[in-house]
Nanobody, 115 residues
Framework: VQLVDSGGGLVQPGGSLRLSCAASGFTFSSYAMSWYRQAPGKERELVAAISSAGGSTNYAEPVKGRFTISRDNAKNTVSLQMNSLKPEDTAVYYC?????????WGQGTQVTVSS
């Protein structure tokens, strides 16, 4: 299993970023996927999740209405569109898959929201 996160960067408050996670080594379309984030000094937290076929999503309260998770099962990718970014969104973002009882993580991508 390999997950490669990309798309992070420095953005001003109110700006947008789109994160991507490229998956390989497993049958991508059979598994739910999720995005987590970890800010300095804080625990890693769930941001958003999407079902295997993409028909069901859920979001953490702080990002509802601003972030959108999506997936392309033909390309084995899951994305996180982040709009109206706030300084408190600053964190390292990771995609994750739970497969056969084990969690697999991407390497993370840094998102910094600052003026």
């Amino acid at each position: 299993v390999q997950l490669v996160d990309s798309g992070g960067g420095l953005v001003q408050p109110g700006g947008s970023l789109r994160l991507s996670c490229a998956a390989s080594g497993f049958t991508f379309s059979s598994y739910a996927m999720s995005w987590y984030r970890q800010a300095p000094g804080k625990e890693r937290e769930l941001v958003a999740a999407i079902s295997s076929a993409g028909g069901s999503t859920n979001y953490a309260e702080p990002v509802k209405g601003r972030f959108t998770i999506s997936r392309d099962n033909a390309k084995n990718t899951v994305s996180l569109q982040m709009n109206s970014l706030k300084p408190e969104d600053t964190a390292v973002y990771y995609c994750k898959v739970k497969r056969h009882g084990s969690d697999y993580w991407g390497q993370g991508t840094q998102v910094t929201v600052s003026s």
